[in-house]
């Protein structure tokens, strides 16, 4: 186990999973889409065994509770995986369209608080997008060093994240 956690903060579908695969290639343990459950006031909470037992978590509800987790793991760093926005929105489609009836609820809670709801919209979608990334940058904006900001769809890897998290090229 690694000290400092890895976070990704990226929303779904902008190279997540490719985030997942790479900081386990440099030696992190890493969980894409650790599970997640209601508390009793209807908040998405990351389950505290994978706080615990792994150096990375990636995906929506670590992108949802990035401020959180900042102030519980002190010196961490988290990585913004962008997407071009039209592609990002097609894909969306996909997944919303694909994605089965019977979902979680703490699933549907976590897209209607991410994406302002939890059936495809375009306008919410693309309104949610850039107020992530907007909200994201402001906030760490006085720590640029904690934050890596990366397009793993356009082609940026192991060039970008290796020298950000201090770690020699696979």
């Known amino acids: 186990m690694h000290n400092n956690k890895i976070f990704g903060i990226g929303l779904s579908r902008t190279g997540t999973t ?3 695969k790479a900081l386990e290639i440099l030696g992190y343990k890493s969980k894409h889409f650790p599970k997640i459950y209601l508390d ?15 150096d990375a978590l990636i995906d929506t509800p670590i992108a949802l509770s990035y401020k959180q987790l900042d102030k519980i793991f002190p010196n ?3 990585i913004l995986t962008i997407r071009d926005k039209k592609s990002w929105l097609k894909s969306c489609k996909y997944m919303f369209k694909n994605m089965p009836k019977d979902k979680a609820k703490a699933i549907s ?3 209607e608080k991410l994406y302002n709801g939890a059936e495809f919209n375009k306008e919410n979608l693309s309104t949610a997008y850039d107020s992530h990334i907007k909200n994201v940058l402001s906030y760490f904006e006085n720590r ?7 397009n793993i769809p356009k082609g940026e890897g192991w060039e970008k994240l290796c ?3 201090k770690k020699p090229y696979p």
């Not at 908040?43 to 505290?48: C, L, Q, R």
């Open 18 to 20: 490719s985030l997942t």
């Open 40 to 54: 009793r006031k209807k908040e998405v909470k990351i389950k505290a065994e994978y706080l615990k037992n792994y």
């Open 76 to 78: 961490s760093k988290f």
């Open 109 to 111: 809670v976590l897209h």
């Open 144 to 150: 640029k060093t904690d934050l890596l900001i990366i």
């Open 163 to 165: 020298p950000f998290l």
